[in-house]
């Protein structure tokens, strides 16, 4: 991966369905090196903007490119993607499976996939059609990792594994991300694991980017208060993504545009809050740190612009996006 280019970058994508549009006007950018978390309710557009990603489905509109060029279709030796179904020859044994992933891939790297299966408990000599979903999965992992792929894309890998599977694999995931800058695109419903291991968000509702960015960054630009509700009214300065009432007041979870009044306590949400008050409130407007942002439609991404988004006081602060 070259240093002026993200990993990835969508710019206006979108993905028409017969039935409509799975994602729309999609637009962000993820630098490599990352741990991207990639979440959204069901039916949000995740798999499909992987799948755009990997290079086995075509935009209808937009484009997405990864270190700069357009995925392959079919997929490409940089680009290693884990789908929801990891499709495996159930009639070859594990060693096998291996075997068939050095052919295929010129920068095979034996010893890594190896690692990932060292931890396991089933022999190389089994077959995998004999195995668990969650033993599958890590039988996928180490074939993704053993590619020694620029970028990682891994739709919702985690969901079958037992915790001590998830912590060695997510362990991994994050050394080899510190090791050799692999950028993992992952999606999930588990905040807790993402909470873990990501250091980067792109939350997906009804199809379009809503936050995006470096996940602490996004944090920090929000506040969860809580307060008496005869002082709702000054909040009005501030971008409210959503309040509730209950008998301590009121609960609100908010963008601050300057100093809050005395009467509001709290400090900045968890992920786990800040992902629920945004799937709970999918009209606010979407959030995009300077890192996440995309040049406008129509101009062209070069290097010059990216030195020019570098973070200054101004630029550091996330931008509100409003469509
Ligand atoms: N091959 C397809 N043909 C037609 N519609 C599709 C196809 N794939 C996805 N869709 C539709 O596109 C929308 C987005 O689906 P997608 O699978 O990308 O969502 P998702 O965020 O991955 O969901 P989940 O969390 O349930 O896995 C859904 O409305 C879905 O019905």
Known sequence: MTEQHPAVAAYGLGKHYRRGWALRNCSFRLPAGRICALVGPNGAGKSTLMGLAAGL?????????????????????EV???????????????????????????????????????EATFPLTAKVGSLSGGQRTRVSLALALGKRPDLLILDEPMADLDPLARHQLMGRLMAEAAERGLTVLMSSHVVAELQEACDYLVLLAGGRVRL???????????????????????????????????????????????ELDDYWEGGEPTLEELLLAHLRAPDTPALLTWEAQVPEAGEELLPDLLRVQQPTDETARPTEVTE
């Open 57 to 77: 489905q075509s935009a209808s509109e937009g484009r997405i490119e990864l270190a700069g060029r357009a995925p392959r279709p079919g997929g490409s030796p």
């Open 80 to 118: 290693a993607f884990v789908a929801q179904d990891k499709p495996l020859y159930p009639g070859f044994t594990v060693a096998e499976t291996l075997r068939l992933g050095r052919e295929l891939n010129p920068g095979w790297d034996q010893g890594t996939a190896e690692e990932v299966l060292a």
């Open 212 to 258: 995006a960015g470096d996940i602490e960054e996004l944090l920090a630009a929000h506040r969860l208060v809580i307060g008496p509700q005869s002082a709702a009214a000054s909040l009005a300065g501030h971008q409210l993504v959503e309040s509730r009432v209950n008998g301590r007041g009121l609960t609100a979870l908010l963008r601050p545009r300057g």
